[in-house]
């Protein structure tokens, strides 16, 4: 197993040890009157100043939040790359297709419009633990789907070896 798959499992091992260690004191020392632990509409439940008091306004608001969700993960999973890898790769040094000031104004416009959506998000998903788990789990089933897209495009290698006996063969040819 190469190092980088061992730090990969090391680090995955321990978020979910560390999320194991968030949820328990939330599961052994809540006293269940919390709102924000709650399922469904209520008659107080307010969401941004809009009161989700019925079936119909809960199924408006789960519906569009999964909406919202899929969107948002397609955007930060094959849009935004196309702009920060340009931006951030230090080691490209020369970009092709873009102009500096497109550069510069698509990735500071995608910026401010993504921080002010994770602001109004953020008071979203707050607001109720279902709220909140129904938009962490589209954005990963969504996530999952666009993950195995832009893995499609690739050629996977099992090690070195096969890697130079490719390059062999291509040199050949």
């Known amino acids: 197993m190469s190092n980088d798959k061992s730090i990969i ?3 995955l091992l321990v978020n979910v ?14 006293d269940g009157k919390s709102v924000y632990l709650r399922v469904g509409w209520h008659d107080d439940f307010v ?11 809960y199924i408006g608001v789960t519906s569009f939040i999964i909406i919202i969700n899929i969107l948002n993960v397609f955007i930060s ?13 230090p080691d490209q040094k020369k970009i092709y297709g873009f102009t500096k000031n497109e550069l510069q104004i698509y990735g500071n416009i995608l910026y401010l419009i993504e ?7 953020v008071l979203v998903t707050i607001t109720q633990i279902d709220i ?5 789990l589209f954005g990963e089933i969504t996530s999952i789907i666009t993950i195995r897209l832009l893995l499609n495009d690739k050629k996977f ?3 070195e070896e096969e890697s130079d006996d490719e390059t062999n063969l291509e040199a050949l040819l």
């Open 9 to 11: 499992r090391i680090g």
């Open 77 to 89: 999973e094959m849009v935004q790359p196309k702009i920060s890898y340009p931006i951030y790769n």
């Open 17 to 30: 040890l560390l999320l194991i260690l968030i949820i328990i004191p939330i599961a052994l020392l809540g």
């Open 157 to 159: 290698i099992a090690s």
């Open 115 to 121: 921080a002010t959506k994770e602001i109004i998000l």
């Open 47 to 57: 969401l941004i100043g809009i009161p989700i008091n019925t079936r119909g306004r």
């Open 132 to 136: 909140a788990m129904i938009s962490m």
